[in-house]
């Protein structure tokens, strides 16, 4: 376990409420035919990480400190920050309106209060949290909630009667169903985070320090692809679990029946289960998300590191607040979770093409910068997120 760390916490933030409603949607709707979406994400998010953490450990610094020096052009340098510090503020945002939806979905569930209500009590505690610094010993508790509910997931697809013939066709056959593009989308932008990106380079320093400089990339290389493969064995035990208890069956999928899934397994408990861990997995996101965003605004602008910082401070309560407001006024809380997924998607080029700049410079990393294979792969993954995200806006005026 001594080489693993880092990667985990990526996989720790992307198995959120988000991920859970937007996987249980595309498997409820779509079958098994969306999960090529889901092995490309999970192939984007490994290529793009090992770039950040790569990053991390041979310069020693975060991905927003190596943007601010990598264009010579004061004015190219500031538009740069300034369209990476747009991407995680607003994406970010986008993001915590889906973590708090997610958690007041499961609190509705075990107190029937209106969903307003239990979004602003959310918003409020991890306000609270965020501030007094009490969430520092109340997440662990909350990721072992999280881990418990991910397990059962796996479990019941183990269980139940699954078409083996039909998810390997989804897998290998990319293919998008009329009224798909933004789920896909949404499976991309939950998976594929842009601000893991600023934390990953951030935490493997503090991982390896100390550490020879290969030994500490190839010990990354393994913690972010057997973390990041656990993650999406969980998410694919989402969206198989969901398409046999939903799709093309006469059961309805809504919020109030996302449970059903999880019945073959903990039958009568399920809901309850359910909503203990989606109310966790709401929670722990909605506390790590801001904070995020604020590093990588800090980092990108220059500020002092310093939590008290009151710049620092306002990043992360003005994302927290937006998050709130938008999970508060919204009526249906998956369709606010996938459109912030989307969300997320639609502004993950901007982050993954300064990565790719970044990590081909030579002053910088020297022997270590991206290999024609690592460009080619990054490029690819910037293409096809860009081509969908072109789609579906194409889709909305045709």
Request: hydrophobic content about 60%.
């Amino acid at each position: 376990m001594r080489k693993f760390g880092p990667g985990l916490l990526v996989t720790a933030a992307f198995i959120g409420p988000g991920s859970v409603a937007t996987a249980s949607a595309a498997g409820a709707n779509f079958g098994f035919v969306l999960l090529w979406a889901l092995l490309f994400s999970l192939i984007a998010t490994i290529v793009l990480q090992e770039m950040a953490a790569r990053l991390g450990l041979v310069s020693g610094e975060g991905l927003s400190q190596a943007l601010r020096t990598t264009f010579k052009n004061p004015l190219l340098s500031r538009i740069a920050v300034l369209l990476v510090v747009s991407a995680i503020g607003i994406g970010n945002a986008a993001y915590e309106a889906g973590n708090i939806s997610g958690a007041a979905l499961g609190l509705q569930s075990l107190t029937s209060l209106p969903i307003w209500l239990c979004a602003t009590l959310i918003g409020g505690l991890a306000a609270l949290l965020l501030g007094g610094g009490g969430y520092r010993l109340l997440e662990p508790i909350l990721i072992l909630l999280v881990l418990m509910m991910s397990a059962v997931f796996v479990v019941t697809m183990l269980l139940i009667d699954i078409d083996y013939g039909a998810m390997f066709s989804g897998l290998l056959i990319p293919s998008i169903p009329a009224g798909s593009a933004l789920t896909v989308i949404a499976l991309i932008g939950t998976t594929v985070v842009p601000y893991n990106l600023f934390l990953h380079a951030s935490l493997v320093q503090e991982k390896w320090r100390g550490v020879e400089t290969r030994q500490a990339i190839a010990e990354s290389r393994t913690d972010t692809i057997v973390s990041i493969g656990l993650g999406g064995l969980i998410t694919l035990a989402v969206m198989s679990t969901s398409a046999v208890a939903f799709f093309q069956t006469e059961v309805a999928f809504s919020a109030s029946s996302l449970a059903t899934q999880l019945e073959p397994v903990l039958g009568s408990a399920a809901n309850s289960f359910f909503a203990f861990g989606l109310l966790a997995a709401g929670l722990t996101s909605a506390i790590t998300a801001p904070l995020a965003a604020a590093y990588a605004v800090r980092g990108a602008l220059g500020w002092p590191a310093s939590f008290a910082d009151r710049r620092f401070r306002g990043v992360w309560m003005l994302v927290l607040l937006v998050g709130t407001l938008f999970a508060a006024l919204g009526t249906k809380p998956i369709a606010a979770i996938i459109f912030a997924q989307a969300a997320n998607g639609l502004l993950l080029p901007v982050t993954a093409i300064f990565l790719l700049i970044i990590m081909n410079r030579k002053g910088l990393l020297g022997e270590y910068r991206n290999s024609f294979v690592s460009n080619i792969l990054g490029i690819a993954v910037v293409i096809t997120v860009t081509g969908l995200g072109l789609l579906n806006i194409a889709r909305l005026f045709l």
